[in-house]
């Protein structure tokens, strides 16, 4: 039952979070509900998520559209990448945007942003890992960007979020969480103007427990919630 793991998970968090000194409000979690039904997300809604995430600007805008109504008070996360003719359909549909990794990208966000006439909360993805298959920039790249896109109106830089590579043992992650958390310390330090490091976007169903000791602040997670997710049907 979708209720049963979603209780799981947060007692996971909570777990993790008394490990290492944190407190559990600091964490939030994001459903991950692509290729899933709406179904599975009312359940997921009524056993208490109010956020959700998706990867594809189609799939989130068919749900928004579907659900916005009845469920008004669900934040929509887009975690995949996007591509720059798409940002119009999300826009205004989305609490923050996770995937961002370059300026052409942030510029259509902000340019969208001002036509909506909103503030959009964005993320950098880092590809922390440096793996050839992933989005996100280098570690190193991270800061250049920040610093040519953070007077862009319209967008406002929350934090940092990365994909770490499935491992067999999530413990192989860890370097990889914290090294995203100094980053988002470094970068915190220098005060840009419209710059925050609240955010810390890391952590899936196989490594979320070591990414929140690490310091996640948002975990994304799917196959624990919702079960395996099925391309083929
Ligand atoms: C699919 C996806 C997740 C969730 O993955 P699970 O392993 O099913 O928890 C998290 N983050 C991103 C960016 C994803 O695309």
Redesign the pocket.
Known sequence: MIKDNIQEVLDNIKAACERSGRNMDEVTLIS?S?TKPVEMLVEAYDAGSRNF?E?KVQELCDKYEVMQDKYSDINWHM??HLQRNKVKYIADKVCLI??VDSYRLAEQISSEAVKKNRVIDILIEVNVACEDTKFGVKVEDALPLIQEIHNLPGIHISGLMT?APYVENPEENRPIFKKLKQLSIDIGSLNLDNVTMGVLSMG???D?TVAVEEGATLV?????IFGE?NYNI
């Open positions: 991950v692509k995430g990867n975690i995949g996770h995937s994909i899936m169903t196989n979320y994304r997670v799917g196959t624990g997710r």
